[in-house]
């Protein structure tokens, strides 16, 4: 059974491939460092905090039915809480994990007590009624915050620079006649806008880029010595890049890099020669 699910494991769109994740990880352990969803979830910013009342719910309504838990199921929820903790990107996993469980948990009969203990009063049941009013009550939370999020668009992108991008836009920077680079995030949001037809250095997809390019985002993130032998080994002419991160300020210093953009914490930088439309 194990060498049948090892080679169905390998039919997908990476192929074998797909097998040495973990050696990935271990390569690129660096980079990954530098992606937000793979650091551990901000429970002090306010969808932490959401994140955070439904994972202590969960654990509560697990432990109230810890008597019908077998290990199948304490096994993977302790796993997949521990690896929720240690990357943001594993709380969606979390969540498909736990349902399987939390069902068996709010399905379970109410155990007889008293049974075989000589006692004529039988044990009081379990209060399932308040466990599914609380469901309930979250599920029209959960309904009308979605609503809510649609009602406004769906999506909440005051984060990204999309003045910045506008003004590339307006001016030809993103077109294929110019190479950017741009940090990971910013990235994710290029493929959410202009879908195949985005133009991307890197996005936080780290592991499916090669080791060489992952390397070279580090340098230029971290604003290593070499990141004007990055940008000109790459021919780059445009950057787009989070204000306040040393890269900006090397590419300023070096006199071959001016800001034609800046708002929102965000800059726009060509190389000196580039023509705007």
């Known amino acids: 059974a194990f060498a049948v699910g090892l080679v169905v494991s390998a039919i997908n769109p990476l192929g074998p491939k797909l097998l040495t994740f973990a050696v990935t990880v271990g390569e690129k352990r660096s980079v990954f460092r530098t992606v937000r969803e793979w650091h551990s979830p901000d429970f ?7 994140t955070l009342i439904f994972l202590v719910l969960a654990l509560v309504l697990l432990l109230r039915g810890r008597r019908s838990l077998a290990w199948r199921d304490v096994l993977p929820a302790i796993g997949f809480v521990t690896l929720s903790l240690l990357a943001l990107r594993n709380l969606p996993m979390l969540g498909v994990a736990l349902a399987p469980i939390l069902g068996r948990v709010m399905m379970a009969a109410p155990s007889a007590g008293g049974a075989g203990s000589g006692s004529a009063q039988p044990a ?14 979250l599920l029209v939370l959960m309904y009308l915050l979605f609503t809510a999020k649609a009602l406004n668009g769906g999506v909440d992108a005051h984060a990204y620079p999309i003045a910045a991008i506008n003004f590339m836009e307006r001016h030809g920077l993103t077109s294929a006649d110019h190479r950017s680079v741009q940090q990971d995030i910013v990235g994710c949001y290029l493929i959410f806008r202009y879908g195949e037809n985005a133009r991307v250095f890197i996005d936080d997809r780290v592991d499916m880029y090669p080791l060489r390019v992952s390397k070279q985002y580090e340098d230029l993130l971290q604003g290593h010595g070499n990141v004007l032998q990055v940008l000109d080994r790459n021919k780059v002419d445009v950057i787009l890049w989070d204000r306040n991160l040393t890269l900006v300020t090397i ?27």
């Open 124 to 137: 009081e049941p379990e209060p399932r009624g308040l466990m599914h009013t609380a469901v309930a009550v």
């Open 251 to 277: 590419a300023k210093a070096s006199g071959q890099w001016h800001s034609v953009f800046t708002k929102n914490g965000w800059t726009v930088l060509v190389r000196n020669g580039t023509q705007l439309t």
């Open 44 to 50: 002090q910013s306010s969808e932490g905090l959401f």
